[in-house]
């Protein structure tokens, strides 16, 4: 059974339609990757979805609940299903980065400082921060600043991670190593993953399967495997797939 069930999404900002009938599913414990070039409306499905935004029309299901509509106890029941790092990414800069990751727990729970404390440095130890929880964001490299988000996204145990382009900015070592850290929490936590991404390198590490939107369809206009994309007859899609081609040739 799917665990998000989309159907029909029409996302709208004011008159402006960006997603039109856009329908599609993520199985539990899969990687789908939501790709497509600047300003088709990644970041707006992605903010759909988790509910920040309300749809125009259409349906969006977690873990069996309609999330469109939702009153209160539904809403917040889908809410801790999922956890979201946003394309912005930001942390507190004024917190540590423990205080950084206890702040959800903090907020959303009622456990006591020390639960919190420990809590909270089991997830930086699981993306690999455990030295690092006294320090400052700005006293972490940019990949080091993304897994100590990852550790704030993941704290209340979430069954889906949403991250809005994870590896911007970062050099394709650090966005390789981000892309290891994915793949590894997916298997070992069985956690689903919605990851906007247009890096190539990404794409294929850590996907099972993709969507991919455009602008002219205000929509999907492919959904498969990163292989099944690579060879799509659509030289749209498989455009995008062969961009990148002769730079990882060599
Ligand atoms: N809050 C908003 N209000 C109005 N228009 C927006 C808002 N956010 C994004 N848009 C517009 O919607 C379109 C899609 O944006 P976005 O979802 O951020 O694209 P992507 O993430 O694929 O680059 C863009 O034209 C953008 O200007
Ligand atoms: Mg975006």
Redesign the pocket.
């Known amino acids: 059974m799917s665990l998000i069930d989309v159907r029909d999404l029409t996302c709208r900002?004011?008159s402006?339609t960006?997603l039109q009938d856009v329908s599609f599913s993520v199985t539990a414990g899969e990687v789908l990757a939501i790709l497509?070039?600047?300003?088709?409306?990644?970041?707006?499905?992605l903010?759909h979805l988790i509910g920040l935004?309300p749809p125009a029309s259409g349906s969006i299901c977690i873990g069996g609940d309609e999330f469109v509509g939702a009153q209160s106890t539904t809403r917040q029941r889908i809410l801790r299903r999922i956890g979201v790092m946003y394309?912005s990414g930001a942390l507190f800069g004024s917190m540590s980065v423990l205080d950084n990751v206890r702040l959800p727990l903090e907020t959303f729970t009622r456990l006591d400082a020390r639960a919190i404390e420990t809590l909270a440095r089991l997830k930086l130890r699981q993306v690999g921060l455990e030295d690092f929880a006294e320090l400052f964001p700005a006293e972490l490299s940019g990949g080091m600043q993304k897994r100590a988000a990852i550790a704030r996204a993941m704290v209340l145990d979430p069954q889906i991670l949403f991250l809005?382009e994870p590896s911007a900015g970062l050099d394709p070592l650090t966005s390789a190593g981000l892309d290891k850290l994915i793949r590894e929490l997916a298997a070992s936590q069985g956690m689903t993953f919605v990851v906007?991404t247009h890096e190539l390198a990404s794409i294929n590490a850590i996907a099972d399967r993709a969507i991919m939107?455009d602008r002219s369809v205000q929509g999907i206009i492919a959904t498969g495997s990163p292989a099944e994309l690579a060879t799509h007859p659509d030289p749209l899609v498989s455009g995008f797939f062969r961009r990148e081609a002769p730079a990882r040739a060599q």
Do not use: E, H, P
């Open positions: 900002y004011g402006r960006i497509g070039g600047s300003g088709c409306g990644k970041s707006t499905l903010k935004y394309q809005d906007v939107l």
